[in-house]
Each structure stands twice: as C-alpha cells, then as structure tokens.
C-alpha cells in the first residue's frame, strides 16, 4: 500500500462559502472525475490559482453523523482546519 503523503491544510478567513457546482465526466479518463472549483473558493485560497503548485485532497465518507461528530471534535482537539462538507445529488 503507498504511503499517505503529508499535506499542509488550507485554513479559510472569511465568512461561510457556499458554492454550488457539477460533477463532470472526463473523456480522456473515461470517469467521472473533474469536480469544477468554483469562484468564491479560489478567491478563499488564491494558492489554488499556482499553477507550478501541486496541492492534494482527502476525502473521508462517514458512516453516520456519530462517527463524523467524533472526528470532529478530534479535529477540534487537534487545532485541524475546518473540513469542507462536499455533498452529492441527483439534479432535477
């Protein structure tokens, strides 16, 4: 198994973003994989816009609001970044 590279967190300084978006197939991946980010996200962390940077994500889906509230309160313990909540729907 590869080891988890360590990634330094972005931390916000603004107020609550909202921001909606679509997921998008990729052609040339054959997946569904391209999660478009938007405007008010790459004016909160301009680093984003660094095209000779390399950033990463991790993803952590939770079973339930139980174990997702302990881990956060972990996270609080630990002086982590607020994470971002990412929600998935069908549209109309």
């Given at each position: ?15 609550n973003i909202v921001a909606k978006g679509r997921i998008s197939y990729r052609e040339s991946s054959q997946a ?61």
């Amino acid at each position: 198994m590869e080891e988890e590279k360590e990634m330094k967190p972005l931390r916000p300084s603004r107020e609550n973003i909202v921001a909606k978006g679509r997921i998008s197939y990729r052609e040339s991946s054959q997946a569904w994989s391209l999660i478009q980010i938007k405007k008010e996200i790459l004016q909160e962390f301009p680093q984003l816009k660094e095209k000779r940077s390399k950033f990463a994500y991790k993803m952590i889906l939770y079973k339930g609001f139980k174990e997702l509230g302990k881990s956060i309160r972990e996270m609080e313990k630990r002086g982590d970044s607020v994470p971002l909540l990412l929600f998935f729907g069908r549209e109309k």
